[in-house]
């Protein structure tokens, strides 16, 4: 079992703790090389050609050269489009931008890992962040223009700051990190992170933690500042961007989104809608085991006196989790990754425990058990991975291949594109994209018409699904599932 952690009172010397309160080199050596080993892995299984996704071209599109900003629906914050500019905002290569990305999460992991270094054993540190950082969803999404993982190594490093700026108000470097990745969580993803801070700011009257209450409302205000001086400026109010970001969302309520987030764990990015059979078992186990593992590193907690440790990265993975399991009516694996974050601290105390705590005689045994568990657990994540990247891989493929052939046709920058998928490949062709309807509406048919009087145009219809009127007359070439109609003013077309 491991060893008691109790956080220092302030003056009182540790072993292996500097008189300054700074961990010693060695035992930050660990933590360097699971980061190390998660920016290579991400470099060697995520292929940094696979080319941006739907998402991440809105995000991109708004800092780069290479494309019309793309609309930017409520729910989204500028987060991400600011993490990306330092590389997209002068070059468009995407296998730049994931080498970055993939360098940046790394450094991100490192430093969320080291701020638990007075709570927890290295041990314990390393192991759970090699098991966060193994996990599918975490490999792919770590190079990608993406939030969620921003959001959870922020919501790791706060619970750890917020904990030692309790034990010893004094420690600045704690307030500091506690105010910055509270900043860093609103500021990718505002609601989410007041999602994962709830316990946190339950805490914060207790007398002891009122200076990390006042550092994380800091940081969150600065963080989330920006989002909501746009929500008055451009959509009509923080009230009306909040009721926008619930439409996108298809209304925020009652909804038992458990079996969604199950079907997407075989690799469905987006599950919307969710549909068809669960994912075979050896797919799910690990998921279904995690709340076992969680009870178990708390039961551990309790008996080395840090309960605090553990209950609450704990609770604030259960408070980040609740609205995407139970208020929203669809899944995607990466909304989960915050709680996976902070639920992976007490698993890995309860996995050493399982294989150090029982006698001499059966310690091998379980420490066997336990590392074939995890063996298998990881050959299922790379399995998962590596189908996910190919599928991934061939869509933003079919997605080059039309941007290709509208160039071909003379659609051309500056050039406008409409219907299925408009905006990803929009961003593919170097053209602004717009839609009529749905929850990135930003124009009118007629709107559209009046365009292609002017500038090249292009409607992407689905083979066999009838075209829009404003079409009529235009010629179409047909790609793969979709038929290309297009308008070129003053040209072949």
Known sequence: ??????????????????????????????????????????????????????????????VSGHAPAAFFSAPRARGVSLLVAPVAAWSSSTALLRVYLAVLS?????????????????????????????????????????????????????VACFLRAGADCTDRLALAGLAASAALMAWMRPVDAVWAALPLLALGPVRRHRRALLALLAGLAAGAAEWVVEAYVSY?????????????????????????????????????????????????????????????????????????????????????????????????????????????????????HLATAPRRSRRPVAATLVCAGIAAHLAVQLAVLVHTVRNTTAAHRAWARTAAELHRLGVRPPCLLTGHEALPIAFYAGCASAATSG???????????????????????????????????????????????????????
């Open 106 to 158: 790394g450094l991100a992991l490192y430093l969320a890992l080291r701020a638990w270094r007075r709570l927890f054993p290295a041990r314990v540190l390393a192991l759970a962040g090699a098991l966060f950082a193994s996990l599918w969803v975490t490999l792919f999404y770590g190079p990608q223009a993406m939030p969620n993982y921003w959001v959870a190594v922020s919501a790791l490093t706060a």
């Open 236 to 352: 009509g109010g923080l009230a009306r961007r909040l009721a926008d970001g619930s439409a996108v969302q298809g209304g925020l309520g009652w909804h038992l989104a458990v079996g969604h987030q199950l079907r997407g764990l075989a690799g469905r990015t987006l599950c919307r809608p969710c549909t068809g059979d669960l994912p075979h078992p050896a797919l799910v186990l690990w998921w279904c085991l995690l709340p076992l593992f969680a009870a178990l590193g708390l039961a551990v907690a309790v008996r080395a006196r840090r309960t605090a440790a553990t209950a609450l990265p704990l609770a604030c993975a259960v408070t980040a989790a609740f609205p995407y399991l139970f208020l929203i009516g669809y899944a995607a694996p990466r909304f989960l990754l915050p709680a996976y974050a902070l639920l992976a601290l007490p698993v890995a105390d309860a996995l050493l």
């Open 439 to 493: 929850p990135n509406a930003n124009t009118t048919a007629a709107g559209i018409a009046g365009t292609a009087r002017l500038t090249p145009v292009a409607t992407l219809v689905r083979t066999g699904a009838e075209p829009p009127g404003y079409t009529r007359g235009w010629p179409s070439a047909r790609l793969d599932a979709v038929r290309l109609y297009y308008v070129v003013p003053g040209g072949a077309g």
């Open 1 to 62: 079992m491991t060893g008691s952690t109790h956080v220092p009172r302030a003056g009182v010397r540790r072993p292996g703790v500097t008189p300054a309160g700074r961990a010693r080199p060695r035992g930050t050596a660990p933590l360097a090389a699971v980061a190390a080993a998660f920016t290579l892995a991400q470099l060697l299984l995520v292929r940094p050609g696979m080319g941006l996704g739907w998402d991440e071209t809105v995000y991109v599109s708004q």
